[in-house]
């Protein structure tokens, strides 16, 4: 079942919060901050109503790692999206990485985006498109693989 959100563009600030509890609770909150987060393009959904996001997803330009085929494509990179475990499986995650996707093309002027995914949520991405590449490693004890999706 999809729920009304409102997306928009948020602080970085407002992104910290969410980040945190959703994925490094067991950190402190200095975990989930990026060095890069002045620069970045930070996105929240919101509930009708509500004034705090509901998840939350930070757009960077950052060069594909290893690119290959792709290494003059200008990219976006994607880093500490989260959505509250009350509110996955009801599209909000979907649209708002939608809206990311649509901003880096737009706004960012990137051809391809991509990010670092737990392997636990790799099937997730590449349902919205996205492709694996590269070896899996890990942060701390959690697998990750790269993924890209060419934008249009």
């Given amino acids: 079942m999809t729920i009304a959100i409102d997306i928009r563009r948020i602080s970085a600030e407002d992104t910290v919060l969410l980040r945190h509890s959703v994925l490094w609770p067991d950190h402190p909150v200095s975990h989930v901050l990026l060095p890069e987060d002045a620069s970045g393009f930070h996105?929240?959904?919101?509930?009708?109503g509500g004034d705090r996001p509901t998840a939350v997803v930070s757009v960077f330009v950052?060069?594909?790692?290893?690119?290959?085929?792709?290494?003059?494509?200008?990219?976006?990179?994607?880093?500490?999206?989260?959505?509250?475990?009350?509110?996955?499986?009801?599209?909000?995650?979907?649209?708002?990485?939608?809206?990311?996707?649509?901003?880096?093309?737009?706004?960012?002027?990137?051809?391809?985006?991509?990010?670092?995914?737990?392997?636990?949520?790799?099937?997730?991405?590449?349902?919205?498109?996205?492709?694996?590449?590269?070896?899996?490693f890990f942060k701390g004890d959690v697998e990750y693989v790269k993924m890209k999706k060419a934008l249009l």
């Fill in 43 to 48: 996105y929240g959904a919101f509930l009708p």
């Fill in 62 to 136: 950052d060069a594909l790692p290893r690119a290959g085929s792709d290494d003059r494509a200008r990219a976006a990179r994607f880093r500490k999206f989260a959505c509250d475990p009350a509110r996955q499986g009801r599209g909000v995650g979907t649209r708002l990485l939608a809206h990311a996707f649509n901003a880096a093309a737009a706004e960012m002027k990137c051809d391809v985006i991509w990010c670092d995914a737990r392997t636990s949520a790799a099937g997730w991405y590449e349902r919205r498109g996205m492709v694996r590449f590269g070896d899996t």
